[in-house]
């Protein structure tokens, strides 16, 4: 059974930094490409980095670039998000995703229907 699960949110001052982890079971993430995303309040789900399968593309939205970095360790099925300088608008629910290569639509595209399977979420809160 195919599982994407998400580990590393919390609550965090500004200008301070989180790991998000997402780890997948039931299957071998070598042959998908990945992203996460994310939700506020009140907002709709927006694409916040996505990677290649191989891990050597990546694109970003502009709120987050030069802050986030996203990245994946294939030997341990697992993907990140390294977010640092944090602000108080990046307070949301992060969702990891994943599809697979022959799935229609592209990590660079990035966004919700290029991805077929979700994690729960992780919550982040950016506040003093």
């Known amino acids: 059974q195919l599982q994407l699960v998400e580990s590393g949110g919390g609550l965090v001052q500004p200008g301070g930094s989180l790991r998000l982890s997402c780890a997948a079971s039931?299957?071998?993430?070598?042959?998908?490409?990945a992203g996460w995303f994310r939700q506020a309040p009140g907002k709709e789900r927006e694409g916040v980095s996505c990677?290649?399968?191989?891990?050597?593309?990546?694109k970003y939205a502009d709120s987050v670039k030069g802050r986030f970095t996203i990245s994946r360790d294939n030997a341990k099925n697992t993907v990140y998000l390294q977010m640092n300088s944090l602000k108080p608008e990046d307070t949301a629910v992060y969702y990891c995703?994943?599809?697979?290569?022959?799935?229609?639509?592209?990590?660079?595209?990035?966004?919700?229907?290029?991805?077929?399977?979700w994690g729960q979420g992780t919550q982040v809160t950016v506040s003093s």
């Open positions: 995703a994943a599809a697979p290569s022959y799935y229609s639509g592209s990590y660079y595209h990035c966004g919700r229907a290029d991805f077929n399977s």
């Open positions: 990677i290649s399968s191989g891990g050597g593309s990546t």
């Open positions: 039931g299957f071998t993430l070598d042959y998908y490409r």
